[in-house]
Nanobody, 121 residues
Framework: QVQLVESGGGLVQPGGSLRLSCAAS????????MGWYRQAPGKQRELVAA???????NYADSVKGRFTISRDNAKNTVYLQMNTLRPEDTGVYYC???????????????WGQGTQVTVSS
């Protein structure tokens, strides 16, 4: 069993900052790719940022220069630092973790429960 626990969402004024965290626990052999997605009301879920186990990060154009994704492999945790937040950043943010539970297992994708981010004055 693998569990993902997200934290850090909330209400913030435009221009403010939030930091999201997502910790994976359970039967984990290795984590490959980690990422954050968001879903605004009435819209499809979209990729915000992703970070592989090695290599460069990638971001949605709408958040480049404002959001930073990072990971702590020792803690199996991925973070999303969100600065200069805008009302259009409002939505439910989900973390996604790709991992193997054993050395021989295939890579499976797991999702967090989602955390609400609301940017409003």
């Amino acid at each position: 069993q693998v569990q993902l626990v997200e934290s850090g969402g909330g209400l913030v004024q435009p221009g403010g900052s939030l930091r999201l965290s997502c910790a994976a626990s359970g039967s984990i052999f290795t984590i490959t790719n980690m990422g954050w997605y968001r879903q605004a009301p009435g819209k499809q879920r979209e990729l915000v940022a992703a970070i592989p186990s090695g290599g460069s990060t990638n971001y949605a154009d709408s958040v480049k220069g404002r959001f930073t994704i990072s990971r702590d492999n020792a803690k199996n945790t991925v973070y999303l630092q969100m600065n200069t937040l805008r009302p259009e950043d409002t939505g439910v943010y989900y973390c996604r973790v790709n991992l193997r539970t054993t050395v021989a297992a295939p890579v499976y994708q797991y999702w967090g429960q989602g955390t609400q981010v609301t940017v409003s004055s």
